[in-house]
Structure formats: C-alpha cells, structure tokens
C-alpha cells in the first residue's frame, strides 16, 4: 500500500495532441473511483472572468496577491461546477514561502515550485528569486492551476484512492504518480481554456508555455514521476482545448501517453 503523501508539481512542467495507437496499458487502474469518477461526466466549466493582479519581478508581496487572486478564481469556477453536477465541494487554501522548508510532513525537493498537501487541503508556493525572474509568464498561472487539480482529485476521491492503490516495484507506482500529476496538469488546462478569453493573453504566450513545458518537462522526465515533456504538454493542451474535466482521465489511457 502507499503511504499517504502530497502531490507534487515541479517548477519546469511545462503542442501535441494525445494521438496515435491504443497502446495497452502495462500497469492497468482498475479502481472506478480512479477510472469511473462521476467528475469525467460533469461537461465543461463554464467560461468566467479571471482577471490577473499585476505582478512586479522579485517582488514577493505582488505576488502573494497575484496567487491569491488566481486561487479565488479557481475556487469560485470549480465551486459553481461541482454544484451543477451535484458533487460536494471544499475550497482550497493556499501558503507561501521564500525558501524550502519541510510541508506535509515531507522534504522540499530543489526542483520544487509548488507542493498540495491534501490532508491540509491547502498548498504552498515557493517564491524564490528563480520563480519571480519572469513572474509576468504564465508559468504561475498554471503552477497555481496545477496545483488546484490535485485539490480536485483530493474532493473527489481520487487522491486518496490513488494513495492507497497497490502497486508491485517501482515502476508500477513511477507509472501511478504519473498518472496523478499529469491528470493534474490537464484539470490545470480545462481552468485555463475556461477563463481564457478573460485573460490579457496572446495565442504566442500559450504557445511559449507549451514550448517550456516540451523543453524543462524532460528534466523531470529523469526522475521517472512527473512524464515526459510532450505528455505533460499534451495533456495540459488537451485540458485547455476541451476546458472539461471530462479531457482528463489519465487513469484509463495508455501507457504511452502517460510516460
């Protein structure tokens, strides 16, 4: 059995469609609370207005109030979804800190921009200078975003489902955590093809967020727990295109896509 702990999102996640054969999966889920949850057949979010903060560069207390400001959005918008498919509901919180320290009852990995402790229901961001270089990307959009689709499997049963689902070596669970954070990355996608259109954004600023997430996302890929490069990018792009939660089940897809 896993141990409980929290998901994670890397600082370098980040324009491919999932395509190509069925390929079996080599490690199945078989929980329908992972592969059968009623989320995937809630439709679309509907479109809402989420009107970004200013944020200066390497200034933390613009910051601070750029987060809060997309975590509010993020609540209202999963709230008012949860509601109309008639799903129970809990906001998230979120935290902050300047340098890593221990959060729910694990080590801050170096690579770390932000960790979800689902026990809390609550995440932190780390703003750090390397975080805060380029503040005006949507990079911190999407680590925010990203970090809410983990609150999202937490509400809904998945989190503690996948935290309990067995698993023989590992490569199993590599395959299983993968699984969790790319699904994260796509519930972070539908959010943002959902507000889109109220953002003060280019087609060319999504499209260098693809172009980051190919290149940084295979340095995770070493680490065999977060996916390649093209997968997270794939995902978060099928998120956005569908802005449904309905895109995102990464639990029944092949193992391919989620490598």
Known sequence: MRLAAPLIVAC????LLLSGTANAATHPIRDPVLTKNKLYGTGELEPSECRERHIKRKHVPSAKRYITSVLNCLNASWQAHFERAGLRFAKARVGFITKPRRFCGHSWDKNVAAMYCDTDRRFLVLLD????ANPGDLFLFKVVAHEYG???QQVTGMARAFQRYPYKGKSELNE???????QAECLAGAFMGSVWDSLDRTKGEWEDLLDVTLVSGDEWAKARDHGKGRNIAAW???GFQAASPDACNTWTAPSSKVA
């Open 12 to 15: 370098a996640l980040f324009s």
């Open 129 to 132: 200078d390397e975080m805060l």
């Open 150 to 152: 983990h609150h999202v």
């Open 176 to 182: 299983q955590i993968r699984r969790s954070e790319l």
């Open 236 to 238: 978060l792009k099928r």
